[in-house]
């Protein structure tokens, strides 16, 4: 199975700030990496899927890089709304894994 | 509008079972691989198992196999959970995500979730 590393488990920011959040897969997984947003008894959001590329309504301030092993999802200026819990998830292959998620809290 | 409706959560005893739905509208849902995943009380994301387009191929999380089905029903565009054998480590929201991408997928779109609570 495909490990995904996520780091940090949370950070506190502040509105405006650049955030970056980084997901280290266990093995090569070319750009076979998403990342979804999470608000407390709300369903994740997609936000980004094949590394690098935003879901529709996605706002622009949030963006996705990264290939192989080492993946970054970055948020610049953080607003209100970004306050909330980030996954990253593989699926070059299945099992389908998951990060264990980035708490952003103020 | 993509919307996908899941039912079927409730309390049920250790080793019973349940069976959980999911109703999609606001897209053509045939041509679609279709997911479950799950989340313990506040705990990070599980995927539980994938189902292909036309029912040829399932995947499972070996935590799950020989316990859970998955199945569809594409006249009806419903998507399935049969789960037996059920623990408490099973207590979760379970959601409904259809998928994006070739063979393997992501997650474009996800419902609201149920919840599965399982204790005596």
């Known amino acids: 199975d495909i490990q995904m590393t996520q780091s940090p488990s949370s950070l506190s920011a502040s509105v405006g700030d650049r955030v970056t959040i980084t997901c280290l897969a266990s093995?090569?997984?070319?750009?076979?990496v998403a990342w979804f947003q999470q608000k407390p008894g709300k369903a994740p959001k997609s936000l980004i899927y094949?590394?690098?590329n935003l879901q529709g309504g996605v706002p622009s301030r949030f963006s996705g890089s990264g290939s192989g092993t080492e993946f970054t999802l970055t948020i610049t200026s953080l607003q209100p709304d970004d306050f909330a819990t980030y996954y990253c998830q593989q699926y070059e292959s299945y099992p389908l894994t998951f990060g264990g998620g980035t708490k952003i809290q103020i | 509008e993509v919307l996908l409706v899941e039912s079927g959560g409730g309390l049920v005893r250790p080793g019973g079972s349940l069976r959980l739905s999911c109703a999609a509208s606001?897209?053509?849902?045939?041509?679609?691989?279709m997911n479950w995943v799950r989340q313990a009380p506040g705990k990070g994301l599980e995927w539980v198992s994938s189902i292909d387009s036309s029912s040829t191929f399932m995947h499972y999380a070996d935590s799950f196999k020989g316990r859970f089905t998955i199945s569809r029903d594409n006249a009806k565009n419903s998507l399935y959970l049969q789960m037996s054998s059920l623990r408490s480590e099973d207590t979760a929201v379970y959601y409904c995500?259809?998928?994006?991408?070739?063979?393997?997928?992501?997650?474009?779109?996800w419902g609201q979730g149920t919840l599965v609570t399982v204790s005596s």
């Open positions: 606001g897209f053509t849902f045939s041509p679609y691989t």
């Open positions: 995500a259809r998928g994006l991408g070739g063979v393997v997928v992501t997650l474009d779109s």
């Open positions: 093995q090569g997984i070319r750009k076979y």
């Open positions: 094949a590394a690098s």
